[in-house]
């Protein structure tokens, strides 16, 4: 390896502990313990409810209790109807057992009332690794940075991710290359977030392309996990620009599918900012094998059968011009200038599902 000058950076290690193995779920007991409490409330989504009861089960006198209505986009009167439950049964920790909207729901709470949060991940979001909080009221999403929400203790269970559906598995695991994709050009990037996002989107991309074609390869499960914990320390240590911005805004405001809304506007975001953050998406483009990050990007989300089309997943196209004001709106950082104009052309070639020229 030859010798490379390092510019100056400033790199912010987040606390916490993490877990990765097969059949960890078992731990969760003596991680309880190991807080301190000993009355868990355990949170997942309707659909996740008998894994959830499961777990509660198992827990035996250390779990209080059982909310199954975690949702999509994280609504805060969700949030608020689940605090009223903990403070009813005097729980002393979350556990939340699934993907984003369970992890989600989880931060919510302890941004409400500090308790500590276990997270079991079953999909590849990347939430969990995060200081970071999206949450939805009045059709309006926003996000926080506070470490108030940063979950103490990750468990990764490689067995839990076997049966996440394929398509599932896709969508979710380019969420998490989003992460990785964005702090490469991140206005706070460093040689340690650089790392992470490299062998995040590699070991993501290679994986992802395994799991298609057979879904219980373990090999190619515990790289796509522990891909997403990698992409997801980089969502938590340095600040994002346009295209989670435009995800919030399409997801929040219009109701869209969160994984699936970031693999179609994937490519898209990519490509504007491409120009403008050459050095870092040549990276990208070498992982990807090929000639440019965003048509690499394309390329595999096609080639997996993943959405390629805001209209295929419930966007219409009167609203494009609605998200294009909302994506304008506070200031944040971004490779390449932002144009209203610019901004409602992606917006349309997303709709369409074209390729990135």
């Known amino acids: 390896m030859s010798l490379q000058s390092l510019q100056p950076f400033v790199y912010n290690s987040l606390p916490g502990r993490v877990i990765f193995g097969r059949g960890t779920l078992s731990q969760v007991g003596h991680e309880i ?12 989504t309707p659909g996740q409810s008998k894994k959830g009861e499961a777990l509660k089960a198992d827990l035996g006198s250390l779990a209080v209790g059982i909310y199954t209505n975690a949702t999509l986009h994280n609504p805060t009167h969700v949030a608020d109807d689940a605090v009223e439950l903990v403070k009813a049964l005097g729980a002393d920790c979350v556990v939340a057992l699934g993907g984003g909207s369970t992890i989600g ?34 059709g309006l999403k926003t996000t926080q940075k506070t470490l108030k929400v940063l979950p103490e203790v990750i468990i990764y269970d490689i067995d839990l991710t076997l049966t996440l559906p394929v398509q599932t598995s896709i969508t979710s ?19 340690i977030t650089d790392m992470l996002a490299e062998q995040g989107i590699g070991r993501l991309v290679t994986a992802l392309q395994v799991l298609h074609k057979d879904p219980q390869n373990i090999e190619a499960r515990s790289d796509a996990l522990f891909g997403a914990w990698a992409c997801g320390t980089c969502l938590g240590g340095v600040n994002m620009a346009l295209h989670h911005k435009l995800c919030h805004t399409l997801g929040g405001t219009f109701n869209l599918p969160h994984a699936e809304t970031h693999t179609i506007l994937l490519p898209h975001t990519i490509a504007y900012n491409e120009p403008f ?41 009167e609203d494009l011009e609605r998200a294009a004001d909302v994506a304008m709106k506070s200031p944040y950082p971004n490779p390449a200038p932002l144009e ?11 709709y369409g599902g074209r390729r990135p020229a």
């Not at 709470?109 to 949450?135: K, N």
């Not at 209203?340 to 349309?348: D, F, M, P, T, V």
């Open 33 to 44: 313990q190991s807080l301190g409490c000993s009355k868990a409330l355990v949170l997942t």
């Open 340 to 350: 209203r104009a610019k901004i409602l052309g992606l917006l349309r070639d997303a």
């Open 277 to 317: 953050a050459v050095a870092a998406m040549a990276k990208a483009s070498r992982i990807l094998g090929a000639p440019s990050a965003g048509k690499g990007v394309f390329d595999l989300a096609k080639n997996l059968g993943a959405p390629s089309s805001l209209k295929d997943i419930g966007m219409k196209e």
């Open 105 to 138: 729901l989880a931060k919510a709470i302890a941004l409400r009332t500090d308790l500590p949060q276990i997270v079991v991940p079953t999909t590849y979001s990347g939430s969990e690794a995060t200081p970071l909080i999206g949450q939805t009221e009045n």
């Open 173 to 191: 695991g380019i969420n998490a290359i989003a992460h990785a994709l964005e702090a490469l050009y991140s206005t706070e990037v460093n040689p």
